[in-house]
């Protein structure tokens, strides 16, 4: 069974940083492509970063030039660091690992930006 385990979230105040990490059970991680979602209570998931199989990534634009994906094939696992927090980042953050026609998510690691 394929898991997603996702670390790093925890509180920080505004302008600190975080770094989330995935690590994937995936037998050939390399083929997959990986991405990083947020969800606040009673909103829809939003996709903040996303990086392919072949390195090239893609970033929403409330994150753009603050966060960076990144991804490790060797250790089979995907990076987000997160630099000048601010409160709206506030959300729970999902692992997702995909390709045409397949799907798997992480558990979600909690991040709370206050002071």
Do not use: H
């Not at 959300?91 to 002071?115: E, H, L």
């Amino acid at each position: 069974q394929v898991q997603l385990v996702e670390s790093g979230g925890g509180l920080v105040q505004p302008g600190g940083s975080l770094r989330l990490s995935c690590e994937a059970s995936l037998s050939v991680f390399g083929i997959w492509d990986m991405g990083w979602y947020r969800q606040a209570p009673g909103k829809q998931r939003e996709m903040v970063a996303q990086i392919r199989d072949i390195g090239t990534t893609n970033y929403a634009e409330s994150v753009k030039g603050r966060f960076t994906i990144s991804r490790d094939n060797e250790k089979k696992a995907v990076y987000l660091q997160m630099n000048s927090l601010k409160p709206e980042d506030t959300d729970v953050y999902y692992c997702r690992a995909f390709r045409p026609g397949f799907q798997y998510w992480g558990q979600g690691t909690q991040v709370t930006v206050s002071s």
